[in-house]
Every structure is written in C-alpha cells, then in structure tokens.
C-alpha cells in the first residue's frame, strides 16, 4: 500500500488544513454510536467514513468532578452491535461494559444506560468494548476528565488524544481488512497517518510563560508513542489517571503504549514549542505544534505542586500477597506449540486456521472459567513473562497496579503496562474491587486473536 507522508510540514506545504466534519453534539444525557464522514486525511484525498460517538473523531471530552456521576445512554445507530469501556475508572463491574462478560452487547437500534461513580480524578477514556479491534480503529474512542475538586495553577487544561489511521490514499476510507493475519499475529494494526485530536496537523497557541496542563491519551490500536518535548520545561504529574507522589521533571523520553495516559504540567520557554514523535525511518517529526505569540503577563514560576491523592492508593502488604505467574505466547517468530482454545486444546497451526495467534497462561481468548479467583482485599502479585517476540501493552480492568521493582520497591500505580520481550515484569495489586474483570493486551489484533483473559474477585 502506497503511505502517507508522517511529515506534518510536508503536508502543510502542500495543502491546505484539513477541515475534521463536526456535526452538532447529542444532548448531554446521550452518546450516540454512529457513522460519519471526517476529513482525517489532508484535503485532495477523500473523507473517511467513521464510526463515531456524536458525530466526531475522537468522541466528545467529557467531564465531570470527582465524587460526582457519569450518567449516559448508548444509542446505537451502527448497523452491528457495541458497547462502551470507561478505562481506568475504578467502576461498578456491571458498567464496564465488556459484552460477553460484564454486559451483553448493544444490538442496533438498541440503547444501554452508563451510571456510575466517579472515584478517582484523572484522565481517563472511554472506547467501544465489542470487536475493539476494528470499532477503536474505525473511530469510537474519546476522552472522560475526572477534575479536582480544587483548580490547578494553570493557564489552561488541553486534551490531546493521540492516534493514527491506516487509510488508503486512493480512497481516503479504512484499509481493509482489519483482521489481516499479518498484523494479527505481528505488532497489530499501525497507521500510516498519525494525528491529534483527530487532525493530521493539530496545533495549539501560547504564550512565552504560559503553563498549561497536558493530558496525553493514546489512543491507537498498537502503535507506542515515543515522545519529547521542544521548547517546553515539564513534568509528569500523573500516569494513568493516578497522581505521582511528586512531580517528576521530563528530561527524557515520554514512553505511551497503547491506552496509557500521562498528565503533564509545561511552561513555554521558547518562541517555538511542539510536542515531538520519534519515527523510526524519519527521526523526530512534529506531532503537536505550538504556535507561540507574544509573552505572558507571568514570569516564569516555581516547580509545581503534587496533585492531592486519590483514595485507596496505599501500597499492598507484598509479604502476604498472593504469588500468580502468567506465561505470553504467540505471535509469528516465536514458536508456540499448542494453546487451549473454546475448551479444545489445539495446536499451533490448528489455532490460526481459527485466527488465533497468541495465549495467555496456556489459554487463547476468553474461557468459562478465570485465570484467578481472588477474594475481597486479597494482595497479589502476578508475574508477566513474555515469550514473544512483541511488547504488549498489558491492561487490567477494575483496578490500578504497581510494578514490582527488582529490588522489592514498587512504582506508581497504573492501569496499563508495557511488557518488553525476555524483561522480567511483576505487577501487585489489591483485589479490592468485586466482580469480572478483563485482563488483556491492548494491541487490541493481540486481544482479539488469543491474548484476553479475566479474573473474578468475590
């Protein structure tokens, strides 16, 4: 297939802005599920048609306060059944809206009410949860920002949902087909256009002195975003929804694999800032472009302050926990001999006659019976071992983990977790939340051939 150009400059010198379609929003208390036409791609190739929440790519942002509630009915208007994941909420099982395991999915035609609370401040997102796979890719993800009670000392508060399109130049539609054996059993599905906000060529403007609030979503299907800042000074004050004990200052790389979130706090230093991705066949490209005029009243200020903790962030007792380990297979260049598939055990080659790459302690895809039963409060501590030639962004639904350092400290808490082939990775967590709950690779290609599995906390 013939790419786009990942260069936001080169686009800009040939073309004029792409204009995204945004047609009128739902009423607050609906999140209509349905398709449209957006200009993902620069103008001179076609519009894309999507599946959208409302209308829009990415879905709208939506916001509440902590302690408050999310209350919205799901209209279906696809033509094929869905649902809708909140991630990284701590949330009643029953709302989390994985079809075939907390919920059945929504038909078309047919609606479902979300009503839940909101526990934690953070970012967070929401996403379609049946055949993730090709809805997340086709359009239905968005942002959900669960705000302090108390305002931060910023300027401003920017959401930026980062993502890319495997579309096809000649039409501007969806490359197809979007379980291709190839990116199933390899890295999953990478774009070949990537943008913010659902634009190729998003831009913010600033001042000099400025500090604004950045809260980066990844949002693909597969891709790991490697990110630098350029004439900004930050710091990361929360990872996946869940304040830092302090804020941490950015002198390096920014890591995001699928589904991960980082909040950051930036000061505009310089009179040209942007937010950089590493490209490998490219080096650094412009991602996010910060159009800087003129100064700000402020002088620059001191480092900032820690966000106020959320509930139930205290460390679990690691000397009583638990000990589970959970072996990931699969994937072309590996070599996995046999998995156990809808309660047959079957061979390699036999499982992806069924499209079937990968397993997880032994068992492809979703089973009757969890890999744990955990009961209430329960600490544990699971060990991930990657025997595939692929990272996979590990998310567990319910809860918020720590990884387990070697020397026995334990990081921040977060909700999703790159694991790195032939890397020792550890997680703890306490099963403090009851219900059925997914743990699966969000390479969503990964999860829908093989690498999805659950727990059941009662």
Not at 56 to 62: A, E, F, H
Not at 167 to 181: Q, R, Y
Not at 451 to 456: A, H
């Amino acid at each position: 297939m013939t790419q786009f150009s990942m260069t936001r400059r080169g686009f800009c010198a040939a073309m004029a802005a792409a204009t995204v379609a945004r047609p009128a929003l739902a009423s607050p208390e609906t999140l209509i599920a349905r398709k449209a036409d957006v200009q993902l791609a620069p103008e001179g190739y076609g519009a894309t048609q999507v599946w959208s929440y409302d209308g829009s790519v990415p879905g709208p942002v939506l916001r509440a306060r902590q302690g408050h509630r999310i209350t919205r009915q799901l209209v279906n208007e696809l033509d094929v059944p869905t649902s809708v994941h909140w991630h990284g909420i701590r949330i009643d099982n029953a709302m989390d809206g994985v079809a075939g395991l907390t919920q059945d999915a929504v038909p078309p035609g047919g609606t479902f009410d979300y009503d839940f609370a909101l526990p934690d401040a953070g970012t967070y997102w929401y996403h379609a949860h049946t055949n993730s796979m090709e809805q997340v890719a086709r359009g239905l993800s968005g942002a959900l920002i669960v705000e302090e009670p108390d305002a931060l000392d910023v300027d401003r508060d920017e959401v930026l949902v980062l993502d890319d399109w495997l579309l096809d130049p000649a039409t501007g539609g969806f490359a197809e087909p979007f379980n291709h054996p190839m990116m199933m059993s390899h890295g999953g599905r990478t774009g070949n256009l990537v943008g913010v906000n659902g634009r190729y060529d998003f831009t913010l403007t600033a001042q000099q002195n400025e500090r604004l609030r950045l809260r980066l979503i990844n949002a693909a299907n597969a891709r790991i975003f490697d990110l630098r800042l350029e004439g900004m000074t930050g710091w990361a004050i929360a990872l996946d929804g869940m304040p830092l004990d302090a804020p941490v200052p950015v002198t390096d790389v920014i890591t995001l694999a699928p589904a991960q979130r980082i909040d950051l706090i930036v000061d505009i230093v310089a009179q040209e800032a942007g937010l950089l991705m590493w490209m490998q066949e490219d080096n650094w490209q412009l991602l996010a472009d910060v159009t800087v005029s003129g100064q700000s009243a402020r002088a620059a200020r001191p480092a900032p302050s820690a966000l106020p903790p959320n509930p139930r962030m205290e460390l679990p007792a690691l000397a009583d926990a638990r000990k589970l380990e959970m072996v990931m297979e699969g994937g072309a260049m590996a070599g996995m001999e046999s998995a156990v598939y809808q309660g047959e055990r079957l061979s390699f080659r036999e499982m992806i006659e069924r499209g079937q790459f990968w397993a997880l302690a032994g068992q492809a895809g979703l089973s009757d019976t969890p890999f744990a039963k955990l009961s209430i409060g329960e600490p544990v501590r699971l060990k991930l071992i990657n025997r595939t030639v692929f990272p996979h962004g590990m998310h567990l639904h319910g809860t918020h983990f720590r990884e387990v350092h070697a020397d026995g400290s334990l990081g921040p808490l977060r909700d999703t977790i790159l694991s790195v082939p032939n890397q020792p990775l550890e997680i703890a967590f306490a099963a403090d939340n009851p219900g059925k709950w997914l743990f699966h690779c969000h390479m969503l290609a990964h999860a829908a051939s093989g690498m999805t599995t659950w727990i059941n906390v009662a």
